[in-house]
Every structure is written in C-alpha cells, then in structure tokens.
C-alpha cells in the first residue's frame, strides 16, 4: 500500500515540475496554446500512471465489481 502512495506521490511531483520547467525553459517559440498543450498531455499521462497503479490494486482485492453482478 505505502508503494502505491509514494508512486502516487512522485507522480504528481514530477508532472507538476517536469511540465512547469519544459514550458518555462524550452517551449521559447510555442504559442500560448500550444503550451497548454504541453500541460494538458503531461497531466493525462500522470492520470493514466497514476490510475493503472490504483485500478490493478483494487483489482487484486476483488474491489471491481461489474454493475450486474454486486
């Protein structure tokens, strides 16, 4: 469990940091959109990271139960 949150953790961190200093330092000539950009497929794929890491956890658990069948 402990793993899962300091995956969860470092994840986050990273995404706000790598993206911040990319946009701030090598992104010179990108138009304001084309930043955004940048930031909204950085945060995507931290959501996706963090959402495989949680969603094969509670797997694991028997949490994920299908609508049909409680």
Do not use: D
Not at 32 to 58: N, R
């Amino acid at each position: 469990m402990v793993e899962r949150i300091i995956v969860t953790i470092v994840t986050v961190a990273s995404f706000l940091i790598g993206s911040l200093i990319y946009i701030a330092f090598y992104t010179e000539g990108y138009t304001l959109f084309q930043q955004i950009a940048v930031f909204l497929v950085a945060l995507i794929l931290a959501v996706t990271i963090v959402s495989i890491v949680w969603v094969a956890w509670a797997g694991r658990r028997g949490m994920i139960r299908t609508w049909w069948n409680p």
